[in-house]
């Protein structure tokens, strides 16, 4: 593995660099898949511009893929809050796997949030059942499933899109409870004490794996088509893999990895 | 955030303590959390209700058993978590341990309501503040498993602050896990009833809490995702009274009903008796 020819990065420095912008959606999107071809909405109450989703040719196969964005600008960060979504992009999601099985197409998942969007809309609109749902039904479709935190992986609104066959994540991105920040705000009232937090809660890659919740660390590089052509493989690989289950072993070998946390 | 604040430390700051109305010796006079209304204690009734606006007052697992069922055998009593690595959390789930009798934030197991057997979990609002815990999680799973083999309905009461924070991730794979145990016994054709009591919140609410067949809260209770501070926070905006409140949630349809605290054993019996299913061979 790349990173263990380099100096291991403490908790906090990924932390730092897990919130950078290394990667956008979109680039990841062009440089794993082809003709991609993006589907909007959730049907009901609008298209949630930090969830991107649609259709893409996966070495020859069809795949379901979507994408939680950060945004690139301003103008974007702000329209996609930061990569935190509302109860739409959640089921706009929900409804994009519920596609996916239908047609009997892997759903690939890429996660980048700080977390749910906290606001009063989201709230009205059931943010709870939507991140809900979308957990209930990840545990029922019959096509394989596999997560990429690339980035941030915040709390509940990062496992909507993460109940999958497999998580693996990207070498500097995090995977926790809450942020640093939110987690020593509540424990200890002090937010200021983020940099305690992140050495407690097991948030890297390293801890993660070592801990049985994720099943892959992507090393990153400074040639981001290096990573992609990476992934791309892998995930050719262990879709493989996956597709050689019955339908009914591959749902029970889902429920199977979360029952033994 | 005071949810998780140790409520066997005695703090000078007894306004922010929820729970202490509920802890006061009857005859004493206390202030409904909800509407404020002064009471004696002893107004609340066996129920523990508000008179004047029908707030149930939280109850412990313990307490709620011995008012709706007739008989309860209870499951997985002895399991609690081993492994406490996280600074002061071994000493915290001790004390929660005896205060509420329980091994960690919920009881389960197979309960009599009128004539209808059914597996039943309870959440308890005084154990870490009814925190998603690994053993939460466990013993919600296994009392799915539980009736999906024995082929019963499942009625969950709700109480939780959220994560379990000393727990980390741990805590995040729970709503997974009981997902899972959901969607088995969905499958097997089975109900799930969810009564949402004061406080239901965060990833309890974005897992189990909204998974069920019919959802049903209790008056006034707090049910929501995030946190009203953070959402201020965010929006910078003061949120109205009603907000996230049980008789909202309703508005905005996520509760199929609001069943008042004295009523709602009957109307649990009735709800499983519309679902008893003729064998079909
Ligand atoms: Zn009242």
Known sequence: MAALFRRELTPVQVVKKSREDRFSAREIISGIFTDFIELHGDRYAGDDASVIGGLANLGGQPVTVIAIDKGTDIKDKLAKRNGSPEPYGYRKATRLMDQAAKFGRPIITFINTPGAFPGKSAEDQGQGEAIADSILQSMKYPVPMIAIVYGEGGSGGALALATSDQVWMFQNATYSILSPEGFAAILWKDAKRSGEAAELMGLTPNDLLANGIIEYIVPESRSHNRVFNLVRAKLLEEIQQLQSLTTTELVAKRRARFRAF | ?281
């Open chain 2, 1 to 281: 955030m005071d949810l998780f604040n140790n409520t066997t430390v005695s703090t000078p700051k007894i306004k922010r303590d929820a729970n202490l109305n509920d802890r006061i010796p009857d005859g004493l006079f206390l202030a409904c959390p909800y509407c404020g209304a002064q009471l004696y204690s002893k107004q609340l009734g066996d129920h523990r209700v508000c008179p004047a606006c029908g707030y149930g007052f939280r109850l412990q697992a313990r307490e709620r058993v011995a008012l709706m069922t007739t008989d309860f055998e209870e499951l997985d009593a002895d399991l609690k978590l081993a492994d406490t690595d996280f600074p002061g959390y071994a000493g915290k789930l001790e004390r929660a341990q005896q205060q509420t009798e329980l091994g960690d934030s919920v009881l389960t197991g197979i309960a009599t309501l009128e004539d209808q057997k059914v597996a039943l979990g309870i959440m308890d609002s005084y154990f870490i503040m009814g925190s998603l815990g690994t053993i939460t999680g466990e013993k919600i799973t296994r009392l799915f498993e539980h009736a999906t083999a024995a082929k019963l309905p499942v009625i969950l009461f709700t109480a939780s602050g959220g994560a379990r924070m000393q727990e980390g991730i741990h805590s995040l794979m729970q709503m997974a896990k009981v997902s899972a145990a959901v969607a088995a016994h969905q499958e097997a054709g089975l109900p799930y009833i969810v009564i949402l009591t004061d406080p239901t919140m965060g990833g309890v609410t974005a897992s189990f809490a909204m998974q069920g067949d019919i959802t049903l809260a209790e008056p006034h209770a707090l049910v929501g995702f995030a946190g009203k501070r953070v959402i201020e926070q965010t929006i910078h905006e003061k949120l109205p009274k009603e907000f996230q409140r049980a008789e909202t949630v309703l508005e905005n349809g996520f509760i199929d009903a609001i069943v008042q605290r004295p009523a709602m054993t009957a109307t649990l019996a009735q709800l499983v008796r519309f679902h008893q299913t003729q064998e079909v061979k």
